[in-house]
């Protein structure tokens, strides 16, 4: 059963406590993106990454870091750095030939 | 820099037709796309159209493309109360490159 996972659904964290979110995929795709949603705001992109070992910044990296060991996994660790973390997170990933971008279903973090 | 806009809602009744309209800036535009959102859930692809074609039809879904003015629509034939969602509409410039997206239309289907 082909498809992008992400885990938890829901995560809860303390203020000034790390915590990564997972974002998995069985699809053989080279790109993988992580996207922050708020309500009204649509989606900004936090890191992206083209190719395994290599990940770009997107317009709201601050407070985010990143890493692609591996070609399946694309985790997403919000620091203490990150002012405002309570948001809906977005995982995808899409193949250069097929100009298609898949989403997983979200991770939603609250921060208490 | 990039940018692409919608409005916020659009409110039809049950087996009308919606039409859902999107702008875009970036000339270099080359695939534009459609996203459906239920509530709590990720997006789902719903169609996307190359911006060498004008007009794109899957089942109910129709895109129409004007790219002389930038101007992006997707229509809903027939309506249904499942149709109630939030609708994305994004561009790319090429490959791989990043996704920007609007910030989503919410349509409301009356019954």
């Known amino acids: 059963d082909g498809g992008i996972t992400q885990s938890p659904k829901y995560l809860f964290r303390k203020e000034g406590q790390n915590v990564t979110l997972s974002c998995e995929q069985n699809l053989n795709h080279d790109a993988m993106y992580w996207y922050r949603q708020d309500p009204g705001q649509g989606l900004r992109l936090i890191y992206y990454?083209?190719?395994?070992?290599?990940?770009q910044k997107g317009d709201i990296a601050e407070g985010y870091s990143v890493s692609r060991e591996k070609k399946e996994s694309f985790p997403l660790t919000v620091t203490s750095a990150q002012k405002n973390p309570t948001a809906f997170y977005l995982c995808?990933?899409?193949?250069?030939?097929?100009?298609?971008?898949?989403f997983g279903p979200g991770t939603r973090l609250t921060v208490l | 820099g990039e940018d692409v806009e919608q409005s916020l809602f659009l409110s039809v009744r049950e087996g009308d037709s919606s039409v859902i309209n999107c702008t875009y800036t970036?000339?270099?535009?080359?695939?534009l796309y459609w996203y459906k959102q239920e509530p709590g859930a990720g997006l789902q692809l719903l169609t996307y159209i190359f911006s060498n074609m004008d007009m794109k039809q899957d089942q109910r879904l129709t895109v129409l493309l004007n790219k002389k003015d930038k101007h992006l629509s997707l229509r809903i034939a027939d309506t249904q109360t499942g149709d109630s969602a939030i609708y994305f509409c994004?561009?790319?410039?090429?490959?791989?490159?990043?996704?920007?997206f609007g910030k989503g239309t919410r349509l409301s289907v009356i019954a």
């Open positions: 994004a561009e790319r410039s090429a490959g791989n490159t990043p996704l920007v």
């Open positions: 970036d000339s270099s535009s080359t695939y």
């Open positions: 995808a990933s899409g193949s250069r030939g097929d100009n298609e971008q898949f």
């Open positions: 990454s083209q190719i395994v070992n290599d990940f």
